[in-house]
């Protein structure tokens, strides 16, 4: 609930809903969080605002009364997932139209669920996390993290709350009102923990608390509809990527429990329908959110390929991406934001399809999987002596070496992969020291891939499409194993005085002509052809 009060800038705000506190603040305008443990009913409810704008002037006091939306999440409901979502043309699911028809929904859940519970591979999805069972501190370090989560704690971006009752979504405890953490929140990572325990100990305590949050953020969060890219506290098109990501993970890892019972399953399902839907008709059009947003939609297909989109979801997702390879990344390797971490993020993207359906054993376009290896190449360009790229616009220092382990299976015959990949010990170093990369702009100078190398780099390219800084010209130097010249470096993507520092000319090392910024951001554009 967004408020603004005409003729009070300054004050002090305290609100009560139905007689529930919901706290104070200090400035106008406001955005009031309204938990709905608070609303009692679709009408009759009442918000009450206190204003103090002065301790010798009266109190006073305003009383909003309303409706309230009670829409929970699916959208879909159960019926219309057996008879419009799901691929019924499918062997396995022949019977449901019968079984729906005759009223047998438990049938139909049934015989859906059994469907998913059989051809879930976890142990092509899991690797890493299995990996884990077997580290003592890992374990350690899970189990302190699942106990916060199972407590309703919940901690992003330096951030931990504890919530009382159930946990209330797009309720923001950070002192400035970061929107991040409500976006970072709902990527629903905080399954994370329980799921890679669960693995460990296989108690269902686990399982039971990872359900109780997904429902919970399910039903506080229903669809938006012709909601645009950007909008919504907790469906933007990108954390709706990244939250398929991580349920995808969660999913795998707590199918065998026996909490993941049939009507659960087909709940969680419809939700995933919808996730599909959301990233195949709500996405971006450029940039890391697409290739991000593209790329879930893809995997998605491939790990559940059970619905009547299927097909054109998969087929829209690669032709997309495909496109994103030629329209995004440089002939000389760069992606077009000029950022090594973003860059390092969309090439994860785009080698996660090939890692999934090459684990499924489907086919993608030698052009495609050409293209992602050539992405590769602006590690060993960029690389410090340290193999970490330069921490130049929204970025730090990058490292291409987990990218290249995993890339690595896929190409294998790349021995400069190879060498990034196992940190010198196998492979070979590139056969060029100091290179340039026209397109990018950028050029990195070495006497040798020693660690203690002298390495300089200098900053010529355009303003990038996204993430970028005002550093043009900027110049880092790394010499006998020690950073000598460093620049800013990146901040928190808010409004505050040091994030304006981070992306001004003054954090960088380069010139200012009578003390002015360099204003690339108002004379260059990106061009896209």
């Not at 999934?356 to 030698?366: H, I, M, Q, V």
């Not at 999987?369 to 590690?379: K, T, Y």
Request: with cysteine; hydrophobic share 40%.
């Amino acid at each position: 609930l967004k408020l603004t009060l005409e003729g009070v800038e300054d004050g002090v705000f305290a609100f009560k809903m139905n007689g529930k506190d919901l706290g104070e603040v200090r400035s106008a305008p406001f955005e009031v969080i309204v938990p709905k443990q608070a609303i009692r009913a679709e009408t009759g409810n009442e918000l009450e605002i206190t204003v103090r704008t002065a301790p010798a002037k009266p109190v006073t006091r305003i009383v909003l009364r309303g409706t309230y939306p009670t829409t929970q999440g699916p959208l879909v409901s159960e019926q219309e997932f057996f008879t419009r979502c799901l691929d019924t043309s499918l062997p396995a699911f022949a019977d449901i139209p019968s079984r729906v028809a005759s009223g047998d929904l438990a049938g139909a859940r049934k015989i859906f669920a059994d469907h998913v519970r059989k051809n879930l591979r976890p142990e092509a999805v899991l690797g890493d996390w299995y990996a884990k069972t077997n580290m003592p501190a890992a374990v350690r370090s899970l189990r302190k993290k699942a106990a916060l989560v199972m407590d309703h704690t919940l901690n992003t971006l330096g951030t931990s709350w504890h919530f009382e009752g159930p946990v209330e979504w797009e309720f923001n405890p950070t002192y400035n009102g970061y929107r991040e953490w409500n976006y970072h929140i709902s990527y629903f990572d905080c399954g994370d923990p329980l799921a890679e325990l669960y693995l460990v100990t296989r108690d269902d305590a686990l399982a039971r608390a990872w359900r109780e949050l997904l429902l919970s953020f399910i039903s506080y969060n229903p669809l938006p509809v012709k909601a645009g890219p950007g909008s919504t506290k907790c469906w933007r098109s990108l954390d709706t990527a990244a939250r398929t990501f991580y349920l995808t993970r969660q999913i795998h890892a707590f199918i065998s429990s026996p909490v993941c019972d049939d009507a659960f399953l087909v709940t969680l399902f419809r939700s995933v329908w919808e996730h599909g839907l959301r990233l195949r008709t709500g996405h971006a059009y450029r940039g890391n959110w697409f290739t991000n947003e593209m790329s879930s939609l893809a995997r998605l297909t491939f790990y559940y390929p059970y619905f009547k989109e299927t097909r054109e979801w998969r087929d829209y997702a690669l032709g997309r991406l495909q496109a994103e390879l030629d329209r995004q990344v440089y002939p000389d390797g760069f992606q077009s934001e000029l950022a090594p971490g973003y860059h390092c993020g969309v090439m994860r993207h785009f080698l996660s399809v090939v890692e999934t359906a090459g684990a499924r054993g489907e086919p993608l376009p030698p052009a495609f999987v050409q293209g992602v290896e050539r992405m590769f190449l602006i590690f060993p360009r960029l690389a410090r002596p340290d193999l970490r790229s330069p921490n130049i616009n929204d970025s730090g220092n990058a490292s291409g070496g987990p990218l290249a382990r995993s890339a690595l299976q896929h190409y294998p015959h790349n021995d400069v992969m190879r060498w990034f990949a196992t940190e010198r010990r196998e492979g070979r170093p590139p056969e060029w020291l100091s290179c340039e990369m026209p397109y990018a702009g950028f050029a990195a100078f070495r006497n040798s891939w020693e660690p203690d190398a002298l390495w300089a780099f200098l900053d010529g390219g355009p303003f990038g499409m996204a993430h970028q800084h005002e550093d043009k010209l900027n110049f880092l130097l790394d010499a006998y194993g020690k950073v000598m010249l460093i620049e800013g470096g990146n901040y928190f993507y808010d409004t505050s005085a040091m994030r304006q520092y981070a992306i001004s000319t003054r954090a960088h090392n380069t010139v200012r002509i009578a003390s002015k910024f360099l204003p690339k951001k108002q004379v260059l554009r990106m061009v896209q052809e």
